[in-house]
Structures are given as structure tokens and as C-alpha cells.
């Protein structure tokens, strides 16, 4: 026999045992469902990818991060590193069969040569929706709306999503007559929470070449406080006159306006005008999700409203909005806060299995509790109840059903509350009703 | 500006736009409901992983195909070609903390560099379950049980799931005193339903090196029909001298007894001996599915009991019975077969947007709708009502609800049946009630 091959992952890779993968499996159907309510059509797309789709698109940094290689035909090929790229080269594509506009959403994993920092893994999953093809502000509101749904779907109350609009800041910058400054001066704004509020200015005059006065009015404008009314109001007055800048606090006002029509509560959304995001890519309503108790992890949902999706591929202007859920992340909050049980079976029942003869009778009463909507799982082996107990209880399962001989011979089955540590004798018809009694 | 970038996919890849990404979504969510319901448990595993741990697991052919390349690190990786190595891999590396039995699935993209045929493509989705651990006839029987639950589920009812056990074959071969031509005996009969009796006997005298008299005696045993019942007394009796294809008679005649008390109907699951797949690998129970309308697309749904799944990572002896449905294929067949809808969209509901001050009310509504569970989506922008609606009725959308100035006066919504091009005017508080009553 030859030497064992030693059985390990990637550095940077992860195998998810049932333990991680059911909640991120709870996770993405309640994506996939919320997305999905709204209108939003799946869309997948190859692993692999020609190389030239994929390089430059997001900076040096990306490109060094690239899974790359020649394939069996000696094409340069590279695995997707995000969903965004290859949903610009699948829209330049087909949109002209699809048509617009066209609502998406994706879900699956990405790989990034990342340095196995904490936390950081090569391959991770990510989970986008978009709306493609209008500019209308309509879209901008539903992608609060629906960031605010799968909150809530996924079991946060206390979160926040909070919204900018870039067109306020550029038309700030351009009252200023330093429009020409806008990415540099965004890029260190992105920074406050994490610098504070002198570095920041330091770094707007320094790296974005603005006077320190008008640092200062960018720094107001972002630390603007205050209810939505108020604040709204404020942002009228002051921008009055300047036409950019009017039509970005118009078009959060009428998102603000319509989130409230769909019940979003107030609590869960508000202006934040000091969010920026790092990317370039976006130009109009920006959007970040924090959950108040895990403020530290940073955003967990983030987009926004871009003027071009796939202006690299084809000359017809795609204008969307967007965002991500951040599915690792939120995991491990998840985690953290204590809302991931510790199961590792979709089973919460299991038939204990007493002896091979009655294989027929326990394979009955499985399927009685299935086609109930009760996950069941039949112990394969005949081993003595304390293992097959300890095995059930090890995964998480809550109720064992027990039959043998007598119980047979009887027609009934124990029931057994395995948290409580409770036992009921049951007729074979009561069964399903009886786990479901413990269930509940 | 610079030139564009042609927007395409790689040879053999393609994109899943909503029309094919929506049943695929449907099936592998049916499989995980069923699979989950008998207690599997999801796991998932890297696309990539060290290319020793893939290499020669699948033959020559295999390695040939595999996507193998130097990582960052100048690591030599390797893209999973199934689902069954790398949960080799990670059995040999878990089930000491995960415990045995161990049930899980698995469904992910897999990638090949087959030459482009007709419908072979380089990255396709597996969808596997198996039990490992356990030598236990009742996983076996259980296998057999959750693919005909699966195939109900997923819509078939005209389908045969054909069930052998190779230690009839192995007994009848070492009853005849060739044992060691196992291997190039079955490659042969693997071909039955291809090439015919004729030359599979050829093969067998050929390349097996048993005698034709030999080759007619399993040939024989091939051809045995009859009801389940029959055959199996035939074979009780037939074999009531070898051990081991006694054996597998017993555990064939315990399989369908199981899967007749599960409620499986005796037209869907049969005993076919000539089935023996191709696959060196499988030791006992062998499954293979077909869809009685489709037989030419092959098996959609095969597998079976093997005695080591992991032994080239660990010496921890782990048997096992799983099987893998043919994502792509029976995605392939439902369409030839005309079961699945020509839908590019989720939602059966779109509201028309008259004008965009009413974008509060549509969000009322369209709220109103979800929570009932009914996906609606909200036309972005104002255009023309006809362009609404034949962007509605382009995907699919069955049920379009209209307001405008009039409507919202007096607080009605006219709900307009796209398919009857019927149209009734009700009250806001009875629009649920109404678009139920168009779906139903």
C-alpha cells in the first residue's frame, strides 16, 4: 500500500462542516427569498473567466490578488475575484436579449490570493442584487427597502442602514470650485470613522489639495445631525441653489418618503452624510449597514448607485444601483452575538433503531413525520440506545422516538423530549402531533 | 477612450441567465428539502485544493482534464473535478470531531477541460449524498428511498429507479471460478443497454479472458426479469450456496421491503441486474435512474455502496452508500419534457408605475403583497402603460395592478389578469385576495 496523502485545505481555504454551512445555508435562502420577493431574477456565471475580463478592474491591488493561469488550451484565464465584473461582461453580453430594466441578484464564492490575514480567506462568498438599466430613484429607494427586508428577514432589529448621496458632496465641492478634487477628498472622508476628524482634514488638504477651510465645510456637512425631517430641511436650504447638489437631497428625501410607505421603520434607516465608501465607481445614493451591537465589524450590506456598469465591454450606458451582503461577515456575527444555534443536523428528530426487523415499521413512521414537514433521520445501525442517544444529542436533535418488541407488538412509540429529558408513550397515529408538541 | 473589451465566455462555460438559473434554483432547492428531510446535513469544500489530493483519484483520463495550475504561493492546485474527492479529503480530515455515522450532501460547480462536445460543458453542478461509516443494509435501502422521494419532489412520476447489488455478480463469478475478472467483466456489461448482448459477450471472452460459456452465465443473470418478488425468490434459490451473492440477495429483498413500508410505489424502483456501472469503485447496492419518457438521456440519478471512501488519507476504514443527481442533465431533460415554465422573473406581480409621486403608494402595496407572500415588483420608472406591460408579460408576470390619479382618489386598484387579458377594479384592502384569485 503506498503512503498516505495527507488530508489538508489551502492555506486561506476553509471546509464548512454542517455546524457553519446551515446557517449560511438559512442565510442565503433568506437572501435568495427577500431578493426574490422584490422581483429580483437569479443569475449565475462562470468561475472562469478570460483574464483580460477580469484584470484592472479593481486597481493593481486586485490584479495582484488574481487567481491566473493558462488553461488546457493555453488561454489566459483567472477565476472571478468579485460578482460585479463578470455581471458588467454577462449585461454587455445580453442585455440586448434580456432587456432593460433588469433586476438580478448572485450568490456564490470568489477567490482572492488575499494574505491569510485574521479573518481573511481566499475564497468567500458573496450575495449581490442590482437594478440595471434606469436611472430612476425609484430603484435607489427599493435598494433600501430591501437591504431593510433582509435585515430583518435574517433576525436584526437593531441595525442601522444608513444612506448618503454623492451628487450632495460634488455639488458641495463644485460650490466650493474644487470639483475637480472629489476623489481624493471622498477617499479621506471614507476614513472618519476609523481616523477621526483632524486626520482627515489633514489628509483632504494634503492628498486632495483643498484649502483647510474647505476641509472644514466637507467635515460640516458630514457631521450634520439630526432627525430626517430636520436634517432634510437643512440640506434644502443650504443647496437651494446649487443644482447638483438639490437633486441629491431630492432623491433622499423621496427614498426616505417611500421606505417609510413600506413600513421601513425609522429606526432602521437614516442620513449619514459622512459615508462616502472607497470606490470611485459610485455616483449617486451610497449605502451601509451596521448592527448596533457589533458596530466594530464595520458594514455589513454596502452599495450604491453607479453611471455606468459595463462601460468597458460595450458602449450602451447600463446606470444601476445596487449592494452586497457581506454573507462571511455576517456570519461571524452571527456567531458572535450568539443567533447561530449549535446544530449540526436539519434533523430535530431520530428514530433510535432498536432491531433491523422493523426497518419497514421505523421506515413508516419516518415518512409519516416527513410528509409533515418534520426532518427525520433513521439510525442505519442496531446499537445500544445510550450510543444512538449521545449521537442525537451531539447533533443537536431534539426528540427520539423509540419503538421496540413490546411497543410494536402495542402499536406505540416513546417520544422523548431529549432537552427535557421527558418520556411519553404515544399511539403510532399520534406521533406527528406529539413531536410537534415537544417542537414547539 | 480606450477600445472595448469583447464581452464573452470561455469555451465550454456559459452564463445561467433567469430563465435557466430559476429551475435550476427549483431543483437544488427540492434536493436540499429532501435530502435535509432524511437528516443529511450540508458541507462544502474549497473549488480548490492541493493537486495531490485530486490527482490519479479518477484515472489518467481525469488528471488530464483537471484545471491544475502554480497558486501566489507556488503552490500546485488544482479545481475539484466532483464532489467525492474532496469530501474524501475532508472525512479523512473531520470525522474523528464530526463522528460516525456521518450523513451529509453536497452540491457545488465542478470544472473539467472536456473537449466541448454537444452538451458537455467544462463547469457543471454536482448534487451528491452519501452516509458514510456505516456498513448498515438500511442506508442502503434509505439511498434508494430519498432519490424516488427526490424525483416525486421534483415533479416526475414516470421514472424507474433500478437497484442491483454487485456481490451477486462477484458470487456468481467466483462460483464459476473467475472472481479475479470482476473488473473488466462489469466494464463490459456496463455497456448492455449501448452495444447489445452480442458484443458485450465478445468483450467479456476478450478483454475479460473468462469463456463464452462463462459470459452467457452472467449475461444470463442480466436478463433475469420478473416481478421484484419473483426475482428474488429465483434468486434465493439460485444462489443459496454462495455466501456472497446471498448476501446481496438478502440485502436486495431488505432494500425493497424498506422502500415499500417508506410508501415508494413498485413502479418506481426495480431490481435490474444488469446494471453495474462503470465505476471500479462501487462494492455492493448499485442505483441508477431513469426517466421512462427521456431513457435515451441516460441515468439522471446513480450511485452506490462502496467500502472505503477515504483510504488514500487516512487508514480510519469508512464505508459507504451515496448518490449524485445530474444537475445539468435533468435540467436539460425537464426542458425537452416541457416542465419548466418560460419565466425569466420570480415575482407573478408587477405594479405599473403611473407616475412617480404615487412611488409611496406602489410601496404600500407592493409591502402589502410580500408579507402575504406573493413576489411583486414595482415598474421603476413612468413609462408608457404598454411598455409596462409587455416588459411584464416578456418574463412571464401573470398579474399587473394598476393605479393612477383616479384610483388613488378612490382608494381602488384595477388587477389585470395578463394571461385572460381580464381586468376587475377592487379595493386596496382586497388586492391580496384578488391577485390570489388570478394565480390560483
Known amino acids: 500500500m503506498s503512503a498516505l496523502i495527507e488530508p489538508r485545505t489551502l492555506k486561506g481555504f476553509r471546509d ?136 430583518r428577514a435574517l433576525g436584526f432589529e437593531r441595525f442601522e442602514v444608513r444612506v448618503n448621496n454623492r451628487l450632495l458632496l460634488n455639488g458641495l465641492l463644485e460650490q466650493l470650485g474644487v470639483a475637480d478634487k472629489a476623489v481624493p477628498v471622498l477617499r479621506a472622508l471614507d476614513k472618519l470613522l476609523k481616523v477621526g476628524r483632524d486626520k482627515v482634514a489633514a489628509e483632504m488638504v494634503e492628498a486632495g489639495g483643498i484649502a483647510p477651510a474647505q476641509a472644514e465645510s466637507v467635515l460640516d456637512l458630514a457631521a450634520l445631525t439630526g432627525s430626517s425631517d430636520e436634517m432634510i430641511d437643512r440640506l434644502r436650504r443650504d443647496f437651494s441653489a446649487n443644482a447638483r447638489a438639490a437633486d441629491g437631497v431630492a432623491r433622499l428625501a423621496q427614498l426616505l418618503e417611500v421606505a417609510k410607505a413600506a413600513g421601513v421603520p425609522e429606526a432602521n434607516l437614516r442620513l449619514d452624510l459622512s459615508i462616502a465608501r472607497g470606490l470611485d465607481y459610485y455616483t449617486g445614493t451610497i449605502y451601509e449597514t451596521f448592527l448596533l451591537d457589533k458596530p466594530d465589524i464595520g458594514s455589513v450590506c454596502s452599495g450604491g448607485r453607479y453611471d455606468n456598469l459595463a462601460g468597458l465591454y460595450t458602449k450602451q450606458a447600463l446606470p444601476g444601483v445596487g449592494a452586497s451582503l457581506g454573507v462571511d461577515r455576517l456570519l461571524a456575527a452571527m456567531e458572535e452575538m450568539g443567533l447561530i444555534e449549535g446544530v449540526s443536523t436539519p434533523a430535530p428528530v431520530l428514530l433510535v433503531q432498536f432491531a433491523e426487523e422493523h426497518l419497514p415499521g421505523y421506515a413508516r413512521v419516518a415518512q409519516l413525520l416527513r410528509r409533515a414537514g418534520i426532518n427525520t433521520e433513521v439510525y442505519p445501525e442496531a446499537k445500544k440506545m445510550g450510543a444512538q442517544l449521545k449521537y442525537a444529542e451531539s447533533r443537536g436533535v431534539k426528540v427520539a422516538l423509540i419503538a421496540g418488541p413490546d411497543e410494536f407488538a402495542q402499536g406505540v412509540w416513546k417520544v422523548k423530549d431529549l432537552a427535557q429529558r421527558q418520556e411519553t408513550t404515544v399511539a403510532e397515529a399520534a406521533v406527528v402531533e406529539a413531536v410537534r408538541a415537544v417542537l414547539r
Open 16 to 151: 464548512y462542516p454542517p455546524s457553519l454551512m446551515i446557517p449560511r445555508e438559512r442565510l442565503l435562502e433568506t437572501a435568495r427569498r427577500v431578493y426574490r420577493s422584490f422581483g429580483f431574477a437569479p443569475i449565475d456565471t462562470p468561475a472562469l473567466e478570460y483574464a483580460e475580463i477580469l484584470l484592472g478592474k479593481g486597481g493593481d491591488e486586485s490584479d495582484r490578488l488574481i487567481y491566473r493561469f493558462k488553461d488546457h488550451g493555453d488561454r489566459d484565464v483567472a477565476l472571478r475575484f468579485d460578482l460585479t465584473v463578470p455581471f458588467a461582461r454577462f449585461a454587455a453580453q445580453n442585455i440586448g436579449k434580456l432587456g432593460t430594466p433588469f433586476k438580478r441578484y448572485a450568490m456564490g464564492p470568489v477567490w482572492r490570493g488575499e494574505n491569510a490575514a485574521r479573518g481573511r480567506f481566499r475564497e468567500f462568498w458573496q450575495c449581490d442584487f442590482d437594478t440595471i438599466g434606469t436611472t430612476s430613484n425609484a430603484s435607489d429607494a427599493e435598494t433600501a427597502v430591501v437591504i431593510c427586508e433582509l435585515m
